[in-house]
């Protein structure tokens, strides 16, 4: 945040300190960084709450929940092969001691692996389209399989160095 911003936002919990209400959020790193910004800033926040990571379950609920609206469907055994990558995230621990739920950036991941599985789910039916002409089922435009979701786990954690064997 540019020093300008920060600077006016404590004049106005300053000016305002009644009838203005300030709520920072962010990982608990990043958040203590900005809290570093300028010496008055830190002693303006007076409560810090901090939330746990989601657990592996929430994580998979997210998905189902995000993938609804968009005609999605995660099928059974792909929804505990999500489940058991995200196991064996909230198990790692990166070099900084952040778990690799935190890593992949928590809830977010689940949206962003439900995105990548979509694009390699069009893939798989488009080929199976070719491969044989009509076979293709609404049940096949719709479902993630878990082929789909192993490969868009792979990925995610591969762009962010997070080494997981699935």
Do not use: W
Not at 11 to 31: M, N, Q, S, T
Not at 60 to 77: H, K, L, M, N, W
């Amino acid at each position: 945040m540019p020093l300008n911003l920060v600077n006016q936002l404590l004049v106005a919990l300053e000016v305002h300190r009644f009838d203005f209400c300030f709520i920072g959020a962010g990982y608990e790193k990043e958040v203590d960084e900005f809290l570093t910004v300028n010496p008055g800033l830190a002693g303006r926040f007076n409560r810090k709450l901090r939330f746990e990571s989601y657990s592996p379950d929430e994580l998979v609920e997210i998905a189902i929940r995000y993938g609804s609206p968009r005609a999605t469907v995660i099928d059974p055994p792909a929804q505990e092969a999500l489940n058991a990558a995200c196991r064996k995230l909230r198990a790692y621990l990166a070099p900084d001691g952040s778990h690799g739920i935190d890593v992949m950036q928590n809830g977010r991941f689940a949206r962003n692996v439900v995105e990548r599985a979509e694009r390699l789910r069009d893939s798989r039916v488009a080929a199976q389209n070719r491969t044989n002409k009509g076979s293709v089922t609404v049940e096949d435009l719709e479902t993630l399989r878990a082929q789909d979701l192993i490969a868009a786990v792979a990925v995610a954690c591969a762009e962010k160095n997070v080494p997981l064997e699935l």
